[in-house]
């Protein structure tokens, strides 16, 4: 289980004021959930995600995973990063099979491993493919299969979706929900888009701006009936989708007053 | 023609494309190599012209002819104190050993500036220095020190391709994204396997565009050393043939020197369609 306590991150602005990126948010993840943080820019989503995932001190607070607290990156944390970040020197096979070559698993083993996992995002074909012969919705298909290889505890996904074209979005969402569905990992999802964030969340964490916090959680189950059907139309037309996403979408853009004073 | 004005701009090259016109082809898929060579013999061709019609004295302008008959001659009976085999070797040799001490040294410590603030604060000021200086201005100091032998020579070039190696490699860590970094350290990473697979390879396209620039530098330094202070080398052989006003050998060391750098550039080219085919590509 992830523990996320009071967690604050506070950045020198260029102008030497201090940026409070994160304000005392506090979050749990626990096992079979998908969380989805979804805000505008500069609500600290993506300032949360990168300090579960250890690229980034936390000023306070505390985050912990299954009791542990996180000082660093590391192997029980994969992550999918919104840019490509697959190596263009190896091979889509060794790319996925990485994490499995840092901990000394032994060649014929990792590709053998990441070999299952490429069939399980459907690219069995591809293993010996250059990354850069690969369409961009593709290339993340293997961003996920290797953040999967060393079996990690949970993912962190950073608006991994955002810079794929609407249709190979939503086959990526299908992607998702069956995988979480078959492994049953923890997600910590972020997102800017609001039915993105109803489709995929167990939880969604609104977020707000000035200073990054948490102004409401809602819990959803589309998710489920997503992964089973993998059918979009169905569930965004539900009236309890619908009226969550409008609910979710005016405290977007009229966010509570924070209870700390400050004035949007 | 005129019919694709009225449509919408992007149904403009469809409608194109049905009338019959080829469509391009990309850029890059039609390559120079026949314009280049064209060029060249366009330029051969001025050649011959020009000494045909004597457009300028043959003392000048030697024939192609006489150049040719030149080369064999060297090639075969040697001038200046040795064949045009021992002339290029000795060059060679002294621009090989330079590339080799300055990738040995340069490839190394210019990673490691990358890496760490307290290596570049020691490095950066002392190579920024003496890189600004013209290998020819110190060259005088280093015969002074070493003597006119080849330790002097190999120094001189050394230093003037060091630099350009090391900045590279120093460069090349300083451009790894640091996505791919923060990928590789949450795939468990360590700092050996940070280094070797992730930071060198990220960083081999520009140390080879370093090591380009450090051959080009090289030959420039090599030829100017070897018109100084030299007993064999391409360059020394130019300088005694300019002495004898004998303007065909000249000819003959200035089309070994362009056959050199172009072989030199050739092969850069494709060792780096070898080595990094992705560049350019992510």
């Keep these: 289980m992830l523990q996320v306590r009071e967690a604050s991150v506070v950045f020198p602005a260029s102008d030497g004021s201090d940026v409070q990126a994160l304000d005392r948010v506090s979050l749990d993840l626990h096992k079979d959930s998908i969380v989805v943080a979804v805000g505008a820019s500069g609500c600290g989503k993506s300032t949360l995600l990168n300090a579960v995932a250890g690229f980034l001190p936390l000023t306070e607070g505390s985050i912990t995973l299954d009791g542990e607290r996180i000082e660093g990156p590391g192997g029980d944390r994969g992550v999918v990063f919104q840019k490509d970040t697959l190596l263009p020197w190896a ?20 590709h053998q491993q990441a070999r299952e996992l490429l069939g399980l995002v459907g690219l069995s074909e591809f293993g010996d493919k250059p990354p850069y012969e690969l369409s961009g919705g593709m290339r993340q298909r293997v961003g996920i299969a290797r953040a999967l290889a060393t079996d990690p505890k949970m993912l962190l996904m950073d608006e991994p979706f955002g810079a794929l074209d609407s249709l190979t979005r939503e086959t990526m969402q299908q992607l998702l929900a069956r995988i979480w569905a078959r492994t049953g990992k923890q997600v910590l999802f972020i997102t800017h888009s609001i039915e993105e964030a109803l489709l995929l969340g167990t939880m969604i964490v609104v977020m707000s701006p000035r200073p990054g916090r948490i102004v409401a959680r809602f819990d959803a189950d589309f998710v489920r009936d997503f992964a089973n059907s993998g059918e979009i139309g169905p569930i965004v037309s539900q009236p309890r989708f619908v009226a969550l996403r409008e609910e979710i979408r005016a405290l977007i853009h009229n966010p509570p007053v924070s209870k700390h004073g400050a004035l949007q | ?41 366009a330029l051969v061709g001025f050649w011959f012209a020009a000494s045909h019609f004597q457009w300028a004295s043959p003392l000048f302008l030697p024939s192609p002819a006489e150049v040719a008959t030149q080369l064999r001659i060297v090639a075969e009976d040697g001038y200046a104190g040795g064949t045009l085999v021992t002339h290029l070797g000795s060059s060679l040799w002294r621009i090989g050993m330079a590339l080799a001490l300055a990738i040995v040294i340069g490839v190394p410590l210019g990673l490691a500036m990358g890496m760490n603030r307290w290596v570049r604060g020691v490095f950066s000021v002392p190579i920024d220095l ?18 006119i032998d080849e330790t002097s020579k190999v120094l001189l070039l050394t230093l003037a391709t060091f630099a350009p190696v090391c900045f590279s490699a120093q460069a090349g860590v300083r451009s790894v994204p640091a996505e791919r970094m923060n990928a590789a350290r949450s795939l468990g990473a360590g700092r050996l396997q940070l280094f070797s697979t992730i930071i060198l390879p990220s960083a081999l396209p520009e140390i080879l565009t370093g090591l380009r620039i450090a051959i080009g530098a090289g030959l420039a330094t090599l030829v100017a050393a070897e018109l100084i202070a030299a007993r064999s080398g391409v360059g020394y052989m130019i300088m005694s043939a300019a002495n004898f006003l004998a303007t065909d050998i000249v000819f003959v060391g200035l089309i070994v020197i362009a056959a050199l750098a172009f072989s030199l550039s050739t092969g850069m080219r494709w060792l780096e369609r070898r080595l990094v085919p992705w560049k350019g590509k992510i």
């Design chain 1, 91 to 110: 091979s889509v096979l060794d790319n996925v099979a990485l994490g499995l070559r840092y901990q000394g698993v032994a060649k014929r083993e990792r």
């Design chain 2, 1 to 41: 023609m005129t019919v694709t004005a009225d449509l919408p701009l992007d149904l403009a090259p469809a409608v194109r494309r049905r009338a019959g016109a080829r469509p391009a082809k990309p850029l890059r898929e039609k390559g120079t190599a026949l314009i280049g060579f064209a060029t060249f013999a």
């Design chain 2, 130 to 147: 003496y890189w600004g200086l013209p290998p020819l201005a110190y060259l005088p100091l280093l015969i002074i020190w070493l003597g």
